[in-house]
Nanobody
Framework: QAQLIESGGGLVQAGGSLKLSCTSS????????KHWFRQAPGREREFVAG????????SYADSVKGRFTISRDDFKMMAYLQMNNLKPEDTAVYYC???????????WGQGIQVTVSS
């Protein structure tokens, strides 16, 4: 069964850094676009960052530009989100997501908690 699994979350003080990892199993996601979303309590899930299937194009939410960096290593079947200068408003459950425009099914990880204390 195809799965995405996030790791690397936790508690960090404001101004600190965390690196989230997304590992995949069950199938190859090497040509899939990869994204990170997040959902804070009482709020809708929102887009954070994305990288295309070839790693050529990246995009970020305005709220994280200049602080977060998305990357991928398809040899290791991994995607990453480096988060620097974290703020309390970055506190949320972060989700890894994979999709391809030519496929109906997309894939989500189970989510991982990131908590930034002030």
């Amino acid at each position: 069964q195809a799965q995405l699994i996030e790791s690397g979350g936790g508690l960090v003080q404001a101004g600190g850094s965390l690196k989230l990892s997304c590992t995949s199993s069950g199938r190859s996601f090497s040509t899939f676009d990869k994204h990170w979303f997040r959902q804070a309590p009482g709020r809708e899930r929102e887009f954070v960052a994305g990288i295309d299937g070839f790693g050529r194009n990246v995009s970020y939410a305005d709220s994280v530009k200049g602080r977060f960096t998305i990357s991928r290593d398809d040899f290791k079947m991994m995607a990453y989100l480096q988060m620097n200068n974290l703020k309390p408003e970055d506190t949320a459950v972060y989700y890894c997501h994979a999709e391809r425009p030519d496929q109906v099914k997309d894939y989500w990880g189970q989510g991982i908690q990131v908590t930034v204390s002030s």
